[in-house]
């Protein structure tokens, strides 16, 4: 741990010692000098997200927060470029205006956080690569970068892609800086894929008997040439009487039943082929006898909402993990939740948020160990106060360490640039 | 084409070559190691096969492990290895190097686990773009990108060039449609980034191998997403009296929130190449040709012509024609599908180029390559993804005139200067490989190259794997272009320059 030193700069200062570099000159001119000082910073942007990974082995804070707004909305070229710390709500207002979007659906972790809506800046998001139902279908965050800028731990300004969706020139850095929390580059410049808003949507609720059910209706969905953009299960745990009250509360709509646990599904589109699409799915899920309720538009979008801001998780005070496998191991996964932790599950089978209790710190390699042996990895999003670090927060072999140590010595020989955040030594 | 620089020749490496071939030999079946000049001959190019090189010694392992032994062998006694996949690629990526081995992924041509539960494939990267649609079809499933090289180009050559194709504006390139790879790094390590599961977590290592050319590992394992085949796919054929109106129409198909899975224009000289060739029935009074493909449930397609309809009407299109049936749409398709072998038919030579651009630059590009096309007295046909900006002109000429050679080259760089000037990048989909080294100053200053060449360094840090590729040699990158380097001396000599 490095103690605070005197940076000969004028960037700007507050009381708690943060800097707060107002465009990439500055930031460039603040690391060239942090790197001859051999002193590391934190990055953060607007804080929405920084709770998420460990905590850096950092004195000095460096936000990123004044370097917002939008450079160059093309809704035609289906591209946004902004700078790195614009406000994600800013980026959405300005798209939905085109009957644009982020397809990606960024998640809203600011329920998690203090439960109300923060969904922080574009860097931060994409620094943390966590996208929102509709991965399955579209892609993550890192699909959605077109290119960036961005200052690396020596100082030096650099960039990577374009505005272009079809680009080969050189290594496609987009990709790596997608999910390096900030280890990587002090973000200054993002562009986006844009994509057309859908028309409208709704979403099919379905009551299964059995995990057996559950999983066979997602493997019929992510099947179906009737496209689905989401498909979540929510189980009823009633033998957690809190959970399963504010899990009831949270998905409270006319036409979903209450205290039951269902599958939903949302097919997206113009109001045609939408219908076109359920009675396909229907059929192909062999649905016609089945107990099921439709959302219409107005239910439906709040509910994805709701799915997407993690509500039934909302302020709470245990660990909270996401764990992605292949959908195929799912229901083994689900059975064995079922009577240990609170969870749901989303991308039609392969994300799991789960909540394990603060005391059970000890749980969490349990799960690690299945998320190895299913063939996914599991990442703890929120720690509880209690959480020791006995069993690290990131999943990550020997091998991938090794190269994932290599790679930020490329980029940040001295290790400047969030230090730890992910594993030690990165 | 002209001299091309490559990296230093390492005559202690040619010296040593029979105890090299011998010591392979130990690495894998002797049959797999080919070292006579016949046996090599077949390697000495891939698709740019106006440059040919003949590698020390051809190498065909059959199994990872071998690879490995392979690759720890001659990373310690400092040999330099190009990787090669079908030798398909555009770029040179794979030419060989006179004092490096070839290592070809030619007997990687397996697929080990069809998975329809995971909705994946895990195959060998030897198998064909196609054979793993092929694999999967009779199931109503199908592998997404589609480089007009798919039957014959590996899965290994596309996560290497992270290849796209004709529907890639809407399912994406490689890049999108992996999720997953193993991968031999050049000190023998094997390691696996992703597997079965979406976003694996930490640093997007398979997103920096996918367009890395060779240069950072090589892949001996892929898995794949399939995706379920389209109820109804339908294609429209649209004639337009002017670029202009047909670029109107193309950038306003995609504004006003369509999303088609293809979208392709040709112009008046590929529409009357391609008619001749393949007698596809194109409209010949045309300037400019649009293919538009449509997917999706039948209702979709149904809404989604009717809009494009409306479009093309609105912007003055001189001829719309739809596909009534699967075998009407495939013969839409034969024309743009041939139109390289219609350009070869044309003239001795053509030079395919790979520019994108901003959709909306397309008009001022075609005109732009146009008037190119009168200054070097050289003809041009254009087909061009119109989705997603990808642009390739092809260049006719007599590769047997020296001073036609030297134009051609000249010009070609000169569109992809025109593309970066217009807010796009030298290559979308061809890779940089020998061919656009040099250009690579137009779009990335020295800080950008220096990021990269970083990067390489880290993982290969003795420069052995496929070396003097993607890079300029022995040239830096000014803000406003190219820096004269002086008798060879470098101003920054403890940068790493591959």
Redesign the interface.
């Known amino acids: 741990m490095s103690t605070k030193i005197k940076i000969n700069s004028q960037i700007f200062q507050d009381s708690n010692n943060v800097y707060y570099p107002k465009d990439e000159v500055e930031v460039s001119d603040l690391i060239r000098e942090l790197y001859k000082q051999d002193t590391p910073t934190e990055i953060i942007g607007n804080n929405s997200k920084s709770f998420i990974g460990n905590k850096t082995q950092s004195a000095n804070t460096t936000s990123l927060s004044k370097i917002s707004g939008i450079i160059d909305y ?5 591209y946004i470029k902004v700078k790195a710390c614009t406000p994600i709500n800013e980026i959405e207002k300005v798209l939905s205006e085109n ?2 979007e982020l397809a990606f659906e960024p998640i809203d972790f600011g329920y998690i956080k203090d439960g109300k809506s923060n969904k922080g800046t574009i860097a931060g998001y994409l620094s943390c ?1 966590y ?1 929102g139902s509709r ?2 279908k579209v ?2 965050v ?2 959605h970068v077109l290119g960036f800028k961005g200052v ?1 731990g020596k100082g ?5 892609g ?15 800086i ?3 929390f900030g280890t ?1 580059v002090a973000l200054t410049e993002i562009t986006l894929k844009v ?3 859908k028309d409208s949507s709704k979403t099919v609720i379905i009551y299964p008997n059995n995990y057996e059910q559950i999983y066979d209706l997602f ?1 019929k969905l ?6 689905i953009s989401g498909a979540v299960f929510i189980p009823e745990q009633s033998n957690n009487k809190e959970f399963s009250a504010k899990r009831n509360n949270v998905f409270k709509f006319n036409d979903l039943k209450s205290k039951v646990s269902f599958v939903a599904f949302r097919v997206e ?2 109001k ?2 939408i219908e ?2 359920i009675n ?1 799915l229907k059929k192909e899920l062999e649905l016609n006898n089945s107990d099921i309720s439709t959302l219409d538009v107005y239910q439906s979008e709040p509910f994805w909402k709701k799915i997407n801001n993690l509500e039934v998780f909302e302020k709470t005070e245990h660990n909270l993990i996401r764990m ?5 191991n799912g229901s083994k996964l689900s059975k064995y939740l079922e009577n240990n932790h609170n969870y749901f599950i989303d ?1 039609c089978g ?2 799991f948020w789960i909540e394990v209790n603060s005391k059970k710190e000890e749980k969490i390699k349990d799960l690690k160990k299945m998320a190895n042996d299913f ?3 599991l ?1 703890v999003i929120k720690t509880s106060s209690e959480y020791d670090y006995g069993e690290s927060i ?3 072999d020997k ?2 360490l ?3 140590e ?2 930020k ?3 940040d020989p001295k290790r400047i640039l969030n230090p730890g955040k ?2 030690r030594g990165v | 084409m002209s001299e091309l620089a490559l990296p230093k020749i390492d005559n202690s490496i040619l010296n040593r070559k029979s105890e090299i071939v011998k010591n392979l030999s130990k690495l894998t079946d002797k049959e797999n190691v080919l070292s006579e000049a016949d046996e090599l001959r077949p390697y000495e190019t891939d698709a740019l096969s106006v440059y040919t090189q003949t590698p020390l010694a051809v190498v065909l392992p059959e199994n990872t492990d071998e690879v490995s032994e392979i690759l720890k062998y001659c990373y310690n006694e400092n040999i330099k290895v190009v990787p090669r996949g079908a030798g398909t690629g555009l770029s040179g990526g794979a030419l060989p190097l006179q004092d490096a081995i070839l290592l070809g992924l030619g007997k990687f041509n397996k697929i080990l686990e069809i ?6 494939v895990v195959t060998q990267p030897g198998v064909t773009n196609l054979g793993i649609t092929h694999a999967v079809q009779h199931k ?1 499933f199908y592998y997404a990108p589609d480089p007009s090289s798919q039957l014959a180009c590996s899965i290994g050559g596309n996560v290497a ?2 290849s ?1 194709g004709v529907h ?2 809407k399912y ?2 490689t ?2 449609n992996i999720l997953g790879v193993q991968m031999v ?1 050049m000190d023998g ?5 992703g ?14 191998i ?3 050319e060779g240069l ?1 590992g090589v892949v001996t394992e892929v898995t794949v997403k399939i995706l ?4 109804v796919v339908r294609a429209a054929l649209i004639g337009f009296p002017s670029i202009k109106e047909g670029g109107d129409a193309a ?2 198909i ?2 006003s ?3 088609p899975a293809g979208m392709e224009i040709m112009d008046k000289a590929l529409i009357e190449a391609t008619d001749n060739f393949s007698k596809a029935g194109y409209p010949r009074d045309a300037e400019l040709l649009l293919i538009v493909e449509l997917d ?5 397609v149904n ?1 989604l012509i009717r809009k494009v309809e409306a479009i093309c009407k609105k912007n003055n299109c001189s001829s719309l024609k739809l596909s009534n049936s699967e075998k009407e749409r495939l013969s839409f398709w034969a024309g743009r599908k041939a139109a390289f072998p219609a350009c070869g038919a044309m003239a001795p030579d053509y030079y395919c180029m790979d520019g ?5 630059k397309l008009a001022e590009a075609l005109l732009e390559i146009k008037k190119l096309s009168e200054k070097y007295e050289l003809p041009v046909a254009n087909c061009f ?1 119109a989705g ?3 642009l390739h002109p092809l260049i006719m000429f007599d590769g047997n005139d020296k001073e036609q050679l030297r134009k051609t080259e000249e010009f070609g760089s000169e569109i992809l200067k025109t593309c970066v000037r217009l ?10 490989g020998i061919e ?1 080294r040099e250009l ?1 100053c137009e ?2 200053n020295d ?6 060449l ?2 390489k ?3 290969d840090e003795k420069n052995l794997l496929n070396p003097g590729k ?1 890079y300029p040699i022995l040239r830096k990158c000014a803000e406003e272009g190219r820096v004269h380097v002086h008798k060879n001396k470098d101003k920054f000599p403890d940068l790493p320059r591959f």
């Open positions: 093309r809704p035609e070229e289906l009957s644009q690569n996208a991965r399955f892609g993550s890192r699909d690396n030096d300004i650099i960039k990577s374009g505005t272009v969706v079809k680009n080969v020139t050189g290594y496609d850095l987009s990709k790596l997608a999910g390096s990587l994509l057309p808003k493997n992510s099947s179906s040439s009737s496209e589109g113009d045609i082929s076109e699409k396909n992605v496998i292949p959908p195929a991308w392969s994300l063939g996914g990895y990442t990131f999943t990550v091998v991938r090794m190269i994932s290599k790679v010595q490329s980029f992910m594993y | 998975d329809y539960k995971n909705k994946c109503g060039e992270n796209g890639s504006l994406g390139t890049t999108n790094m390590t094997i390691c696996r980034f597997g079965k599961s979406f976003d694996q977590e930490g640093y997007d290592l398979m997103g920096l996918c367009g890395s950072l379920k085949t389209p109820d950038s306003e995609i504004s929130g369509i999303v999706g449930t039948e209702s979709e809404e994108s651009i901003p959709r909306g993804h997603d900006g990808n807010g796009g990048v030298i290559t979308g989909e061809h890779g940089v656009k690579m779009m990335f800080n950008d190259i220096q990021q990269q970083s990067i360094k880290s993982l993607v």
